[in-house]
């Protein structure tokens, strides 16, 4: 490829390079919008050897479909950048577009080694955060026995003995139901303790077991990696009684925007903790934020945290963004074109008087 010179000033600073990010790239790339996308190389899905429910790429390495997508973008398009950077700062700032008349509404953002970036836009595509529960083991099991998605890991697993941990809301009954169709030898809540006392909880149990799935109340002293295959599973020891030997867990930790930081300091808004505490989205068609020019893809504004679903994710916030510069740029032109045709109106008025 041509060498290329960078712009000072981006289109668009993409700050993410998970599934979200690297669509919102390709879209800045079919539409010759500038940009560049910032790789901090932290992934949540860290470990996890396979994705799937993506067409085409069933079962497929994510590392590797991220060096694809990347390879596609840089070998065929001209308008996209790449760098290896975390972004620590983020904020508004007013910068010098080159011809155009006036500063402009952008952002700069800084990078942890303090070097600096404009843009016209920003598209958060930081993704999120597991917190991993404050069990001896767990983080050794996951992502090889502790599975937060059964659609996206089960297949593979069927067969085997399954372990629900924790019961704390109505909504696990549902992993209970996603659970019957791999055909388990067994399937075992472990609600780490007695479970909560509130209605729904207590009728959510008893349509779990209606289902076929049994309790266990035992306090969780430790999980124990048996081997990288659901045939080896993981053990689980208990307070008192003997261990428990499963096939896999499934369990749906808490997740935290994995760039807060940036979330606040751009003053967007997220809706409230109990629903996720994810980016608020004030435009849904195109995925503008609460903060004009800020727009958001992926994991970080969304509830059903999905490749699929964070690739049209990204796809929606690059064509907001650029279609936000198109709009612009219309409304400066359409302003310059009045300001020029007055102009020659008066010019020609003054030349008609002076020939009366």
């Known amino acids: 490829m041509v060498l290329r010179v960078r712009p000072q000033i981006f289109d668009i600073l993409i700050i993410g390079s998970g599934p979200a990010g690297l669509n919102a790239a390709l879209t800045c790339a079919r539409t010759r919008s500038t940009a560049i996308v910032f790789d901090n190389q932290q992934y949540r899905n860290e470990g996890v050897t396979h994705m799937h429910t993506v067409a085409s790429r069933d079962h497929f390495n994510p590392r590797e479909f991220g060096r694809i997508a990347r390879e596609q973008v840089e070998s065929r398009y001209d308008t996209i950048w790449f760098q290896a950077a975390t972004i620590t700062h983020a904020k508004k700032k007013q910068v010098s577009v080159p011809d155009e008349k006036g500063l402009y509404d952008g952002f700069e953002v800084t990078d942890s080694d303090g ?35 059964l659609a996206c890991d089960g297949y593979e697993q069927r067969g085997s003995a399954v372990g629900i941990l ?8 549902h992993f209970v139901q996603m659970a019957i169709p791999l055909e388990p030898t067994s399937i075992t809540i472990f609600s780490n303790g007695p479970i909560k006392q509130e209605e729904p909880v207590q009728e959510a149990m008893k349509l779990a077991k209606a289902f076929g799935a049994t309790l266990d109340e035992r306090k969780i ?38 760039a807060q930081h940036l979330i606040e300091q751009l003053g967007v808004d997220t809706v409230e903790p109990a629903m996720g505490g ?11 934020t609460s903060v004009t020019g800020v727009f958001a893809a992926g994991d970080t504004m969304l509830m059903m945290k999905q490749v699929a679903i964070a690739m049209a994710e990204g796809l929606k916030a690059a064509a907001g963004a650029g279609m936000q510069i198109a709009q612009e740029k219309a409304k400066s032109l359409s302003k310059t074109f009045e300001e020029r045709e007055g102009t020659v109106e008066g010019e020609k008025d003054k030349a008609e008087v002076a020939s009366y």
């Not at 070097?115 to 090889?144: C, M």
């Not at 994810?278 to 503008?288: C, D, P, Q, T, V």
Request: net charge negative.
């Open 221 to 258: 002293v430790r999980l124990v990696n048996n081997g990288p295959s659901h045939t080896d599973g993981v053990t689980i020891h208990f307070e008192t009684g003997e261990p428990v030997t499963l096939g896999f867990i499934v369990h749906k930790p808490a997740t935290v925007n994995r």
């Open 115 to 149: 070097h600096s970036y404009e843009g016209k836009k920003i598209i958060l595509a930081t993704g999120s955060r597991d917190v991993f529960p404050e069990i001896q083991g767990y983080k050794e099991n996951w992502p090889a026995h502790v599975y937060q998605c």
């Open 166 to 173: 924790g019961f704390d809301s109505p909504m696990y009954t």
């Open 278 to 288: 994810h980016i608020k989205i004030a435009n849904a068609m195109f995925n503008e």
